[in-house]
């Protein structure tokens, strides 16, 4: 099958009715559920140029039933009134929030604990975070007093403490196991790592994924959508089946902020397509 034959088959499959696209996996049909049991969402970053109304429009839009939610759609700085707000918007629409972040933690005890604070308003479990590597041990103390989890997120080369998720699998060893870590794949793959051999080695504290697809493997390579680029998204995807991962497969659509909806939609049937 050429590819022109292949996107036309990932797309027809993004333009399932919504029903269809959200029945529970336990039917066992690939048709019910085309992601065979991932949680399939977005990193709410894709939308950062729309607002949380808008954002909320395009994802229930596009089909999908999760969400890591972004500051820019839920201020850190915020009430518990207002984040149970956000969440409940969410909620109302058929998108299950699971995580939020990239939420950047600094050695400031007080924002420390407001981040634990306002991933516990908004219910969610996870918190995708950039920490200090000096903050691990203060965390440690907070995932065990709230029960939210920390998934560091590596960032590539640029970032001089963690570059690839294999940094931040050693040095989160001697910690809690809710202290894991949230493995962008593009940045992974720009570090020289693989992103398929790092989903499989770091499973057991694999909490969280930023999905996309580059166009370069190099330092500099950008966002593209997916299918578009050089990463291997069969593989990845192929590994997370594999280790049963029930955490948020989140795709972090970054190229076009203005107007994502048509890069994510094209995504989102490319995804289909290879699961099919």
């Known amino acids: 099958m050429d590819r022109r034959a292949f996107a036309r088959l ?9 029903a269809a696209r959200s029945t529970p996996a336990a039917t066992g049909s ?4 085309p992601w065979r049991g991932l949680k399939m969402g977005f990193a709410s970053y894709t939308f950062r140029e729309l607002s949380r109304a808008d954002a909320i429009k395009a994802i229930k839009r596009l089909g999908i039933a999760y969400v890591s939610i972004k500051d820019m759609h839920l201020p850190l700085k915020s009430t518990a009134e207002e984040r149970a707000k956000a969440a409940g918007e969410f909620l109302a629409a058929g998108i299950k929030p699971l995580s939020c972040g990239v939420v ?3 050695d400031d005890p007080a924002e420390q604990r407001n981040a634990f604070q306002y991933a516990r308003d908004a219910g969610l479990g996870t918190i995708v975070a950039k920490p200090t590597r000096a903050s691990l041990a203060a965390l440690d103390k907070l995932v065990q007093e709230f029960n939210v989890r920390v998934a560091i997120h590596n960032h590539g080369p640029e970032d001089k403490v963690w570059p690839s998720p294999y940094d931040a699998w050693e040095a989160i ?8 870590l949230c493995i962008d794949v593009g940045h992974t793959a720009r570090c020289g790592v693989d992103p398929a051999e790092a989903i499989r080695k770091c499973s057991s504290r694999l ?4 999905l996309k697809d580059i166009d370069s493997t190099e330092a500099k390579g950008r966002p593209i959508e997916l299918g578009r680029g ?6 990845m995807l192929k590994a997370l089946l594999e280790i049963k991962y029930e955490g948020l ?3 972090e659509y970054e190229k076009d902020g ?3 909806i048509p890069g994510a939609a094209e995504s989102i049937g490319y995804l289909k397509g290879l699961l099919a």
């Open 249 to 251: 497969v989140g795709l």
């Open 30 to 33: 690939p048709v019910a559920d």
């Open 10 to 18: 990932g797309l027809a499959a993004a333009a399932l009715p919504f």
């Open 230 to 235: 050089v990463l291997d998204l069969k593989a």
């Open 104 to 106: 950047n933690i600094t």
């Open 207 to 210: 909490y969280d994924l930023h």
């Open 258 to 260: 203005k107007d994502p």
């Open 173 to 180: 060893q001697s910690f809690d196991k809710r202290i894991g």
